[in-house]
């Protein structure tokens, strides 16, 4: 349990945030405005992907927002059928171009699709693209420790982070153990639990009441406090900001754990398994 954390240190001497802002399914004219809103309100990281369709609206907000450029971090994520070597490093450049950057400041291989075989492939071109400078920090999303041990057997680099699916309904104690004895942060993705967030189970309702807060933000706590990166997505002003304010509080110790307790072994909120869920 990390106690009192303000910001996190990746192991290539980088940092993010505490809490990061999930940029999926915002797009269009709507989206931009629900981005812009979210650096208005302080965010400083953005999660998207080649498979959001949404890179040019991220890039747009950033302009829009007038917030300088270096202080935010924007992530992006190769999909499955990009992983071939060339292809992983054109889909990289096609991403940068979309987004209107000279450099991509996080790069993820999005899923591994492990029936494909590409992914370290895919690896092998972001160790290649972060030599060139085309990116700063470079992960993977949705691996395995068995994904992540072969990748890191073959190129000697360890991935900065692993988004993977994460919330009270599925914790994810031993990945978590894993990415920290790897040295790896762990993102996590429908960090509230999206459709199934537990907001009414007595866990999170009990600290809410508790702390004077909402049950998203009891959630987004816990995240910090198990010591994952959450990254909501919220199109409302209001829940934005809620969802950015966790700094103001603290869980207690049996809080964490009651939290952490509402773990089901049906969690995920769909089949999504990394072993043979695949996306293209
Ligand atoms: N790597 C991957 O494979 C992967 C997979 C899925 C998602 N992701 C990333 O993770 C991000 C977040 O995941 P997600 O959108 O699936 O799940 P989420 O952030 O857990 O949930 C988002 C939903 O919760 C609502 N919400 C947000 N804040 C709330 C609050 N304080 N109280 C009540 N409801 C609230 C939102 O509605 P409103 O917008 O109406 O507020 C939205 O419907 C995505 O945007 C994407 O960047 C990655």
Redesign the pocket.
């Known amino acids: 349990m990390t106690p009192n954390p303000t910001s996190h240190h990746l192991s290539d001497g980088t940092t993010a945030p505490l809490v990061?802002?999930?940029?999926?399914?915002?797009s269009g004219a709507d989206g931009v405005e629900?981005m812009v809103s979210a650096l208005h309100a302080g965010y400083r990281y953005l999660?998207?992907?080649v498979n959001?369709g949404n890179e040019e609206e991220v890039g747009e907000a950033l302009r829009r927002s007038d917030v300088p450029r270096e202080e935010v971090r924007v992530a992006t994520?190769i999909p499955g059928r990009h992983h071939a070597h060339d292809l992983a490093l054109q889909s990289l450049r096609d991403s940068a171009g979309r987004l209107g950057l000279d450099r991509i400041d996080v790069a993820?291989i999005?899923?591994p699709n492990p029936s494909q075989d590409l992914y370290p492939q895919a690896w092998a071109a972001l160790v290649e693209a972060q030599r060139e400078g085309l990116v700063t920090t470079i992960g993977v999303?949705?691996f395995t420790e068995a994904h992540l041990t072969r990748i890191v057997e073959e190129t000697g680099v360890t991935p900065a982070l692993n988004?993977?699916?994460l919330?009270p309904l599925f914790p994810q104690a031993e990945m978590r153990a894993v990415h920290e004895r790897m040295g790896i942060l762990t993102q996590?993705?429908?960090?509230?639990?999206?459709?199934q967030?537990p907001?009414d189970a007595d866990p999170v309702a009990a600290a809410a009441a508790a702390h004077d807060v909402?049950?998203?933000?009891v959630i987004?706590r816990w995240h910090v406090q198990v010591g994952s990166m959450?990254?909501?997505?919220?199109?409302?002003p209001e829940?934005?900001r809620?969802?950015l304010d966790v700094e103001g509080f603290a869980l207690t110790e049996d809080e964490v754990h009651a939290i952490s307790g509402l773990a089901r072994p049906d969690g995920r909120?769909f089949d999504?398994d990394p072993d043979v869920h695949e996306?293209m």
């Open positions: 990061g802002f999930g940029t999926y399914p915002l629900a999660d998207t992907a959001y994520k993820l999005h899923w999303s949705n988004q993977i699916e919330h996590a993705w429908s960090p509230l639990g999206k459709r967030a907001f909402t049950p998203g933000q987004l959450p990254l909501p997505k919220s199109g409302t829940r934005q809620a969802n909120l999504g996306e």
